[in-house]
């Protein structure tokens, strides 16, 4: 005779999930029939289909297979650029592996905290602002409750370390030893001041030989 084993449910399909929740005080609640009538209530969005089940999908899957495919064709591509570096190198390695679901705003609040010491301010305002684009998107498509981004606070920015500056002799010995294009594109920032990612997105229509 064999028995009959329940199927437990893997990380990737979904699954019946027991769980117990406390519906009032004693006081509140003096006898079965009144509490039969609060937990009417609670469950009511569920047995109306108004309330979806929390997504057991994980960020990281999330933000590469569907966010990503979806969102950032919608933005310029310098934004696509800088925010796939921003998931790869920072929210990924944090959150990557966490449930959408499980995510908490005091996860949130931690790692921008933690990032403060390490990143600029400017820096972490952008962190922020993808991580509350991503779990906007989320809230919206229906796969969380709630966006945990909203509501954080940016730490109080680090006082910089003091920046040093190439001579004006430093920048003529740099700018000989390059190699084209390397060489244009310093001599370009050397004397305009523009930033990396201008630079980099000029096109030929961009300038103006004549002028």
């Known amino acids: 005779m064999h028995k009959r084993q329940r ?4 990380p990737t399909t979904p699954g019946r999930v027991h769980r117990s929740a406390v519906l ?20 009511q969005p569920i047995n109306q289909g108004k309330q979806q089940p929390s997504s057991i999908l994980s960020f990281g899957r999330f933000a590469l297979e569907k966010w990503e495919p ?10 696509q650029r800088d925010y796939r570096s921003l998931l790869r190198r920072h929210l990924l390695p944090v959150f990557g592996e966490m449930k959408l679901r499980d995510i908490q705003r005091a996860d949130v609040q931690l790692f921008l905290s933690q ?12 962190l922020r602002v993808l991580l509350s684009r991503i779990l906007g998107e989320a809230l919206l498509w229906g796969y969380v409750h709630e966006n945990v981004a909203q509501g954080t ?3 109080r920015a680090v006082r910089p370390a003091e920046q040093s500056y190439l001579t004006v ?17 310093v001599l370009l920032a050397v004397l305009t001041g ?7 997105d000029l096109k ?4 103006d030989l004549n002028r």
């Not at 740099?174 to 190699?179: N, P």
């Open 115 to 126: 990032k403060s010491q390490q990143l600029s301010g400017q820096t972490v305002h952008h």
């Open 169 to 185: 002799e430093q920048t003529r010995q740099l700018i000989a030893a390059l190699e084209e294009p390397a060489r244009s594109a």
């Open 7 to 10: 199927a437990t449910p893997t």
């Open 204 to 207: 030929w229509f961009d300038v």
């Open 153 to 155: 606070r940016l730490p």
């Open 24 to 43: 009032g005080l004693v006081t509140d609640i003096p006898n079965k029939r009144e509490a039969r009538k609060v937990l009417e209530v609670q469950l």
């Open 70 to 79: 979806a969102i950032l064709p919608t933005v310029k591509h310098t934004t």
């Open 194 to 200: 523009l930033r990396r990612g201008e630079i980099f």
